[in-house]
């Protein structure tokens, strides 16, 4: 399995960006799928995830502003991030978590995911 992020950029505060995720492997549709950001010096942090149902979670500092979706025929998941603040500003990476029992309990964690992509850089200038 491999993914390759991309769509990040930057923008002014208040502005959109969409970044994406291609997946490369079998079976993507059995995946949970998730996005973490980081910044120097700072762990990783949980931003948004969807299951294989598309049910998806979201950290409280990005409800309401972002949206997390997928699309199994193109093998791509899609962050949808709207009313972008200076404090967004991060590396942001997609996740592939391969235990479809386990999604509901361990999405928060970074750990727990079996792959990575390679990150896009997102900045919000004021």
């Known amino acids: 399995v491999q993914l390759q992020a991309s769509g990040g950029g930057l923008v002014q505060a208040g502005g959109s960006l969409t970044p994406s995720c291609k997946f490369s492997g079998p079976t993507f549709g059995s995946y949970g799928m998730g996005w973490f950001r980081q910044t120097p010096g700072q762990e990783r942090e949980f931003v948004a995830a969807?299951?294989?149902?598309?049910?998806?979670y979201y950290s409280d500092s990005v409800k309401g502003r972002f949206t997390i979706s997928r699309d199994n025929a193109k093998n791509m998941v899609y962050l949808l991030m709207n009313s972008l603040k200076p404090e967004d500003t991060a590396a942001y990476y997609c996740?592939?978590?391969?235990?479809?029992?386990?999604?509901?309990?361990?999405?928060?964690?970074?750990?727990?995911?079996?792959?990575w992509g390679q990150g896009t850089q997102v900045t919000v200038s004021s």
């Open positions: 969807i299951d294989w149902k598309s049910i998806t």
């Open positions: 996740a592939a978590f391969n235990r479809p029992w386990d999604f509901k309990k361990d999405y928060l964690k970074s750990g727990e995911y079996a792959y």
